[in-house]
């Protein structure tokens, strides 16, 4: 894949499509994380943009096995969005649970109802240099999600022209760097974070019932339901209700499909 002054034009551009097909070529070859890496650092440049992640939506406070974590974001940023746990508080991330494929970083309040600590999140981005950008959600059933991204465009708009684009480049990486770094042999050990309690708790609490109907519905006192879901909140180091319930989902331990769509549009308010 080698450099083509790659700036789109209105439409349907065939380089796009040629650029496409080359990346798909080298990145079926990727031998080992670095390649994924490096191709990944390729496509942001002759794309046009300034950055690039391709990340799990976890914990990367310490290496865990088969744990994804490629960026160039800039240091004092990628510092504070990983040592703080900030992909909680992501609504880039919220919004991968909304999205069903590729979406732009402006349309954001269409797949989630952006909260204040949303607002400061983006600016927070904002000051470091990291907006305006494409993200492709990545799901495997039981296992925890992550996603591809590309932002920081050269010229305005270029996010919106690259939507077809960016959904082959961020879809063939992730699944070729999940495969390299045992994704598949770790869904297989993979054991769950929460009893089967807790998450028929955490599940009813994401269709918006309060602890005294989950105690209702599960035939539970009230009492028994806060101390799941207070066990469950201290499992993932989270601090509320809403928390919890995105934690679960993005760490596959329970399933959109799990969550009425009216309610989990409004999980990440």
């Not at 240091?75 to 069903?100: K, M, Q, T």
């Not at 028994?224 to 180091?237: D, L, M, P, S």
């Not at 596959?252 to 009216?262: C, D, L, M, Q, T």
Request: with cysteine; proline share 4%.
């Amino acid at each position: 894949m080698q450099g083509q002054d790659f700036l789109p034009n209105q439409g349907l551009d065939p380089r796009a499509l040629s650029f496409a097909s080359a990346f798909l070529a080298e990145i079926q070859q990727a031998a080992n994380l670095a390649d994924v890496e490096r191709l990944l650092e390729a496509a942001a440049r002759e794309l046009g943009f300034r950055h690039y992640a391709m990340i799990h939506h976890d914990d990367h406070r310490a290496a865990s096995p088969g744990l994804i974590n490629m960026n160039n974001y800039p240091s004092d940023y990628a510092a504070e969005y990983f040592g703080g746990l900030y992909h909680r508080d992501d609504p880039v991330v919220h919004a991968c649970i909304a999205a069903n494929a590729c979406f732009t970083w402006c349309e954001l309040a269409d797949l989630i109802e952006l909260g204040q600590r949303h607002r400061e999140f983006l600016e927070r981005g904002e000051y470091h240099g990291v907006t305006n950008g494409i993200t492709v959600p990545a799901f495997v059933l039981g296992e925890r999600s992550g996603s591809c991204n590309f932002c920081s465009p050269r010229i305005p708009d270029l996010a919106q022209r690259h939507i077809g684009t960016v959904q082959i480049v961020g879809s063939f990486a992730f699944q070729t760097a999940r495969r390299i770094a045992g994704g598949r042999r770790l869904r297989q050990v993979r054991v769950g974070r929460l009893r089967s309690r807790w998450l028929d708790c955490i599940i009813l609490a994401g269709q918006g019932k309060s602890n005294t109907d989950i105690a209702t519905i599960l035939d539970l006192s009230p009492a028994t339901v806060k101390t799941y879901i207070e066990a469950a909140c201290a499992r993932y180091e989270v601090h509320n209700r809403t928390q919890l319930v995105i934690a679960a989902v993005l760490d596959g331990e329970i399933g959109i499909h799990e969550i009425s769509p009216r309610q989990y549009r409004h999980l990440a308010t």
